[in-house]
Every structure is written in C-alpha cells, then in structure tokens.
C-alpha cells in the first residue's frame, strides 16, 4: 500500500488575496451564499478521473487542518489585517461537506468538483484543490528527472536575469513575483524554486503570491483581488450596471490606501475602464492584466491614464497572464519607461519540469443563489453556467459574445 504523502500541510499554503478577498467578504457580506466549479482547459495525457479517490483522500486530509498561532501571527502583522478576521481564521476550520468530487457526467475523462455553501467557508478551497490536483497528477511521473529538468531550465532563467545587470535598463527597475501555487509541479519544488531565486535575483524577484513561502523566506506577499470578488458583487443588490463601481468602492474602504492594484477583465477590459472613472484612477495605485494581448492592454490602459490627466509613471501595470520571462522581458522594454511595471509569473516558474502542465481552474459559478459570470478577454477564458445570465451581462456591458 502506497503511503499517504499529504500535498497541503498548513493552511498559509495559499496565496494572499484569498485573505485579502475573504476578509472583505467577512466585514460586509458575511452570509453570502456561493458555489465554485473545477474546469481543466486542456487534455492531459491520464484522465483526471483516475486520480479521484487520492484527490478524496487529499481532501479529508486538507479539512483537518488548523490555523497554527504563529502563522496566525504572521497574518495579524500585515498591517491591512484586521485583528477581527484573525479571530475567524482562529476557530476556522475547512468543511469537508462543502466540497463534493465525482466523475463528469458524460465525460468519464474528467473531474466534476464542486465547492457549496457559505463563501466565507468555501473560498480558500481553491488554490489548495489546484495544488493537490496538479501535485496528485504530476506523482505519476518519475520525479528524479522532472527535477532535474527544472533544476536546468530555472538556472537558465537565473542566467537570463543575471544578464540584465544590476542598472534599471530603462526609467523603472525590472521587478517580477512568484504566481506559482495553482500549478506548481509540488509543494517542495515550489519552494526550492522560490528560495533559489530569493537567493541568486532577489534584486529583480521581489516577492510571491504565497503566503507560507513569504512568511518561511522573509519575503513580501503579493496580491490584491481575484476575479470571484468582482464576480461576487454581481449578485449583491445594486443595479448589474454599477457592480464593478460598487465592488472597487468596497475595496477602497476596507483597505484605505492599501492593496490598490485592480484586476480589469471581469467583463473586459473596455467594460472595466468605462468604469474605472478619475476618482477610481486617483485611488488605486495600479491595475492588473489577466487576459487578451498584452500590449494592446498596455497601450490602453496608458491611453486612459492620460486620458484622465493622470501621469501614467505615477501607476504601476502588473501582468500576470501566462508570462514566460521573454514575454516579461519584452512588455517591461514596451512600458518600463512610461510607468511602473510588474510581473507575476506562475506556471512557467513553478511547473517547468519537462511534462506539459494542467490549465485547471476553480472559478465562482454563482452567488446567493444567483449565476455570475467572467467574460475574459481572452476567448475560452470566460466562464458562466447560465447563458440567458451570460447574454444579459453582455448586453448590459455592450460586449461580443465570445
């Protein structure tokens, strides 16, 4: 009998905006409702379905776990949490009732996982079932060579980003994080990576998403809000029309000036800067771009700044859509000169070990009862469980049905 080798061993193994969301979530909706569904976007060479009954076990494991005091801690010293929300996080505890694992209607291939029930009880679950799907998949591999392979290809990158010099080779430095905890090859190869590059480029690698890690190695937790937040609000009483407005307006009062990066493509880009008005521009520090060309998004958001009488250098563009480091490279020779830029980079850093990674996510399908709804600016990103919902959004926003 194979031993259990359990993916998630505490419950800071996650990244940072699920706190940051769900102590929002806990101030101003804390009876809201929710539901999440699994989606893989690609084929992976053994079905998902196979590794179910380790993904249960996976789970029951994960439900037992606690919040340790000294992590609990580590939370109460970020200065925007509140010393209330740490209190929750002391007497929580993950419900294994909430989250239900079976094999997909008509497709014996896939996964069909849900998470149901209070949002403030279901919203970690994300970013632990993706490391435990992505890290229960990758065992089948013989791990010997898959390390070796990632051990070459990060030195390589080190390499590459010792090359740039210690001189910002334009107006502002060249600065990127980790995003790597959703599609990690494993727990232990994440930190190696994230250690190895704290140690050989910490000048340019200035933090990461996770908060174990950052707690662990003295680095800086990143990260704001996540597409279920905007999506949330969707549901939460006012007019459809004004929920981007009423979420950012939310997020404003409860972090005051901190956390300022906004995430643009709930409902695209062109939707979410006829929202984003001077008074949101003057408050948020920045915004970040999840999907669609790049560059184009760049230009667009530079052009609004400017639009709005705002000097873009004084804003920062953080690009965290499926970055490799050419790709960072190139958009930071595009803008580093006209404003502040970062990238979090996920996959390519933490599962590049010689297998093709999983594109599995976990996103909000509905709220309190109600469908919500991402419509990406990348086709195939978006996702929605109810079309009459999907074509009213689309209408409201004046978007194109993907």
Known sequence: MTQFVPVIESLLDTDLYKFTMMQEILHHQPETQSEYAFKCRNRPATPLSSFKDEIEAQL????????????????GSLRFIKSDFVDFLRLFQLQRRFITVSV?????DDLDI???????????????????????????FPQAPALATGRARLAAKVAQLQQLGDQPLHRFPFVFFDFGTRRRYSRTWHEEMVQTLARDVGHFMRGTSNVLLAKRHGLTPIGTMAHEYLQAFQCFGSRLRDF??????????????????????????????????LYFCKLFDGVRHDSGDPFEWGEKIIAHYQKMKIDPSTKQLVFSDGLNLERAIALYRRFADRAR??????????????????????????????????????????????????????????????
């Not at 997909?104 to 014996?108: C, K």
């Not at 086709?379 to 079309?387: F, L, T, W």
């Open 244 to 277: 981007q407005k009423n979420a950012l307006e939310h997020w404003v009062r409860e972090y005051r000036g901190d956390l300022g990066i906004a995430l643009t493509d709930v409902v695209g880009t062109d939707a979410f800067l006829r929202d984003f008005d």
């Open 341 to 402: 830029t970062g990238f979090g980079i996920g996959t390519d850093l933490s599962n590049d070990c010689g297998q093709e990674p999983l594109q599995i996510v976990m996103k909000l399908v509905s709220c309190n009862g109600q469908p919500v709804a991402k419509v990406s600016d990348t086709p195939g990103k978006g996702m929605c469980e109810d079309e009459n919902f999907l074509n009213y959004l689309c209408d409201v926003f004046k978007i194109e049905r993907q």
């Open 114 to 140: 849900r998470v149901k029930g209070p949002m403030l009880h279901c919203m970690l679950f994300e970013i632990y079932l993706l490391a435990i799907v992505n890290e229960v998949y990758f065992r089948q």
């Open 104 to 108: 997909a209607a008509g497709r014996p």
């Open 60 to 75: 029951d494991h994960l439900c037992q776990l606690r919040f340790a005091d000294d992590e609990l801690a580590y939370l």
